[in-house]
C-alpha cells in the first residue's frame, strides 16, 4: 500500500473553505447555522459525496460521511472535527482535522486500500460555544453527555433556542435521536492544531496526545451598591468592580498556585451596570473557565476560588453568586489509538513528541463512548483563535499521511 497525500489539493479546499466567512480575510467567522456556516456545510457535504462517500446529517446537524468497510455491521473507525469558528478567527482550528481526514481517505482510496471496518468522517456541529454559550454540542449530544431536553432549552443572544435555530437550519429530526448507539465506533482519532507553542519550542511538527484537559465553566455575579461618584465617600462603598477584581486577581493566584501547571483559569467576559464613568458599579456579571489534567486539582482550584470569594464578600460587603455552567471531567487517550499513531509516525521516520492538550476538543466527549486519540501540528507562535493562526502545508499533509495509515491499522 503506497499512500500519498495530495498536498496542493488540500492547501487549496482549505483556502477554499475560509471563504465561507462573515469577516474580510484573513479573519474567518463562521457562526454555526448561520448563513456563512450553512453554505460551508453544503460545500463540505458536496465534497464527500464526491469522493463516494455515503452521508448523513443528524438532528443538531453533525455530518457523518461514510467509507463502507467488508463488513458494514462491524463498529467504524472515525476520525474529523469541526469547521465552525468564533469572530475573528483563523483557517485553521478544527478544519485541519475535517479537510486533512477526507484526503486521508481520499488517499487510501486511490491506494488500493479495502478496510474491513468502515471509515467515518463526522463533521461536528457546534464545537464552539459563541452561539449557544456551550462548547462541543454535537458531541455532547452524540456522547449522552447532554440530555436532548437540557440542549434544546439552551438559546443564543437573540433570545432564539436551539430548536428553532437548527429547524430554520432544516434539520427537523429528534434531538433525542442524536445520542449514538454503544459500540458505535471502535475507535476514534482527531487531527488538530496545537493551539499552543510546545511543538514550535520542541521543534517538532507532529504531537500525540496522552490526555485532555477539561473545562469548568461559571458565570459568577456580584451585587453591590450603586451611587454617584463624587456623592459616596470611599468608606462608605460597596463597588460591585472593585469586589470583581479582587477576585479575579484571587482566581489567577488559585491557579498560579494549584501546584501544577496544567491549572489554569480565565476570566474572559466582565459585565459593568450602569456602566456610567461617574456612577459607581452596583452589579458585575463575570464569566471563569477553569482547566486542569486532573480532575481533583481542578477542582481543589475551584474550592479555593470560593473561599476567596466569601472573603472578599465580607470584606467589602457585596453578595457573590456562583452558577455552574459546566464541569466536565478530564480524559486519557486510549493506549490502542495512541499506539496506532506512534507506529504509522515510526514507520515513515516522524519524530513526535507525547504530550497533553490544554484546549479540549470533541474527542473529549467522544472518549466517553469509545477509544480515541488525538494527533496534533504545530501552530505557527502558538497562536490560535485569531487571523493569523497559521499551520505549515507540510505540516497538515505529513499529519494527514500518519492519520490515513494509522485508520488503515485501526480498521484493518
Given at each position: 500500500?503506497?499512500?500519498?497525500?495530495?498536498?496542493?489539493?488540500?492547501?487549496?479546499?482549505?483556502?477554499?473553505?475560509?471563504?465561507?466567512?462573515?469577516a474580510e480575510p484573513p479573519a474567518v467567522t463562521r457562526i454555526v447555522f448561520k448563513p456563512a456556516d450553512l453554505k460551508a456545510r453544503a460545500w463540505m457535504v458536496a465534497q464527500c459525496e464526491e469522493a463516494g462517500?455515503?452521508?448523513?446529517?443528524?438532528?443538531?446537524?453533525?455530518?457523518?460521511?461514510?467509507?463502507?468497510?467488508?463488513?458494514?455491521?462491524?463498529?467504524?473507525?472515525?476520525?474529523?472535527?469541526?469547521?465552525?469558528?468564533?469572530?475573528?478567527?483563523?483557517?485553521?482550528?478544527?478544519?485541519?482535522?475535517?479537510?486533512?481526514?477526507?484526503?486521508?481517505?481520499?488517499?487510501?482510496?486511490?491506494?488500493?486500500?479495502?478496510?474491513?471496518?468502515?471509515?467515518?468522517?463526522?463533521?461536528?456541529?457546534?464545537?464552539?460555544?459563541?452561539?449557544?454559550?456551550?462548547?462541543?454540542?454535537?458531541?455532547?449530544?452524540?456522547?449522552?453527555?447532554?440530555?436532548?431536553?437540557?440542549?434544546?432549552?439552551?438559546?443564543d443572544r437573540d433570545g432564539q433556542s436551539v430548536d428553532e435555530v437548527r429547524r430554520k437550519a432544516g434539520?427537523?429530526?429528534?434531538?433525542?435521536?442524536?445520542?449514538?448507539?454503544?459500540?458505535?465506533?471502535?475507535?476514534?482519532?482527531?487531527?488538530?492544531?496545537?493551539?499552543?507553542?510546545?511543538?514550535?519550542?520542541?521543534?517538532?511538527?507532529?504531537?500525540?496526545?496522552?490526555?485532555?484537559?477539561?473545562?469548568?465553566?461559571?458565570?459568577?455575579?456580584?451585587?453591590?451598591?450603586?451611587?454617584?461618584?463624587?456623592?459616596?465617600?470611599?468608606?462608605?462603598?460597596?463597588?460591585?468592580?472593585?469586589?470583581?477584581?479582587?477576585?479575579?486577581?484571587?482566581?489567577?493566584?488559585?491557579?498560579?498556585?494549584?501546584?501544577?501547571?496544567?491549572?489554569?483559569?480565565?476570566?474572559?467576559?466582565?459585565?459593568?451596570?450602569?456602566?456610567?464613568?461617574?456612577?459607581?458599579?452596583?452589579?458585575?456579571?463575570?464569566?471563569?473557565?477553569?482547566?486542569?489534567?486532573?480532575?481533583?486539582?481542578?477542582?481543589?482550584?475551584?474550592?479555593?476560588?470560593?473561599?476567596?470569594?466569601?472573603?472578599?464578600?465580607?470584606?467589602?460587603?457585596?453578595?457573590?453568586?456562583?452558577?455552574?455552567?459546566?464541569?466536565?471531567?478530564?480524559?486519557?487517550?486510549?493506549?490502542?489509538?495512541?499506539?496506532?499513531?506512534?507506529?504509522?509516525?515510526?514507520?515513515?521516520?516522524?519524530?513526535?513528541?507525547?504530550?497533553?492538550?490544554?484546549?479540549?476538543?470533541?474527542?473529549?466527549?467522544?472518549?466517553?463512548?469509545?477509544?480515541?486519540?488525538?494527533?496534533?501540528?504545530?501552530?505557527?507562535?502558538?497562536?490560535?483563535?485569531?487571523?493569523?493562526?497559521?499551520?505549515?502545508?507540510?505540516?497538515?499533509?505529513?499529519?494527514?499521511?500518519?492519520?490515513?495509515?494509522?485508520?488503515?491499522?485501526?480498521?484493518?
Amino acid at each position: 500500500m503506497k499512500l500519498e497525500i495530495d498536498r496542493q489539493r488540500l492547501n487549496s479546499e482549505i483556502e477554499t473553505l475560509a471563504a465561507f466567512s462573515d469577516a474580510e480575510p484573513p479573519a474567518v467567522t463562521r457562526i454555526v447555522f448561520k448563513p456563512a456556516d450553512l453554505k460551508a456545510r453544503a460545500w463540505m457535504v458536496a465534497q464527500c459525496e464526491e469522493a463516494g462517500l455515503a452521508v448523513r446529517q443528524d438532528a443538531i446537524g453533525n455530518i457523518f460521511a461514510r467509507w463502507n468497510g467488508a463488513e458494514p455491521a462491524a463498529p467504524a473507525v472515525g476520525t474529523g472535527s469541526h469547521i465552525d469558528a468564533i469572530p475573528n478567527a483563523g483557517k485553521y482550528d478544527g478544519v485541519v482535522g475535517v479537510l486533512g481526514g477526507l484526503e486521508a481517505i481520499r488517499a487510501l482510496q486511490r491506494s488500493g486500500f479495502r478496510p474491513k471496518n468502515s471509515i467515518e468522517l463526522l463533521v461536528f456541529a457546534t464545537e464552539e460555544p459563541t452561539r449557544f454559550g456551550i462548547g462541543c454540542l454535537g458531541s455532547r449530544l452524540l456522547s449522552g453527555t447532554l440530555s436532548a431536553e437540557a440542549a434544546a432549552k439552551l438559546k443564543d443572544r437573540d433570545g432564539q433556542s436551539v430548536d428553532e435555530v437548527r429547524r430554520k437550519a432544516g434539520l427537523n429530526g429528534n434531538l433525542q435521536d442524536v445520542k449514538l448507539a454503544k459500540g458505535y465506533y471502535q475507535s476514534f482519532v482527531e487531527l488538530h492544531i496545537e493551539q499552543g507553542p510546545l511543538l514550535e519550542r520542541a521543534q517538532m511538527s507532529l504531537g500525540i496526545v496522552r490526555s485532555i484537559a477539561a473545562p469548568a465553566s461559571l458565570h459568577i455575579s456580584i451585587e453591590g451598591s450603586g451611587g454617584h461618584a463624587g456623592g459616596v465617600l470611599m468608606p462608605d462603598r460597596q463597588d460591585a468592580l472593585c469586589a470583581a477584581a479582587e477576585l479575579i486577581l484571587s482566581i489567577e493566584n488559585a491557579a498560579r498556585t494549584s501546584g501544577a501547571a496544567d491549572t489554569v483559569a480565565t476570566v474572559g467576559v466582565c459585565e459593568v451596570f450602569p456602566g456610567a464613568v461617574n456612577s459607581i458599579p452596583s452589579r458585575v456579571k463575570i464569566t471563569l473557565d477553569i482547566r486542569d489534567t486532573d480532575l481533583g486539582r481542578r477542582d481543589g482550584a475551584m474550592q479555593t476560588i470560593e473561599r476567596a470569594s466569601q472573603d472578599v464578600s465580607v470584606k467589602r460587603h457585596v453578595s457573590i453568586q456562583f452558577e455552574l455552567l459546566n464541569a466536565d471531567a478530564p480524559a486519557d487517550c486510549a493506549r490502542e489509538v495512541r499506539a496506532a499513531l506512534s507506529d504509522s509516525c515510526d514507520k515513515h521516520g516522524f519524530q513526535f513528541l507525547e504530550m497533553v492538550s490544554r484546549a479540549y476538543h470533541d474527542s473529549l466527549f467522544i472518549s466517553r463512548i469509545a477509544p480515541t486519540g488525538m494527533l496534533f501540528i504545530p501552530c505557527r507562535n502558538g497562536y490560535s483563535h485569531r487571523p493569523d493562526e497559521y499551520a505549515a502545508p507540510e505540516d497538515i499533509a505529513r499529519a494527514s499521511l500518519v492519520l490515513a495509515e494509522s485508520l488503515a491499522k485501526l480498521s484493518g
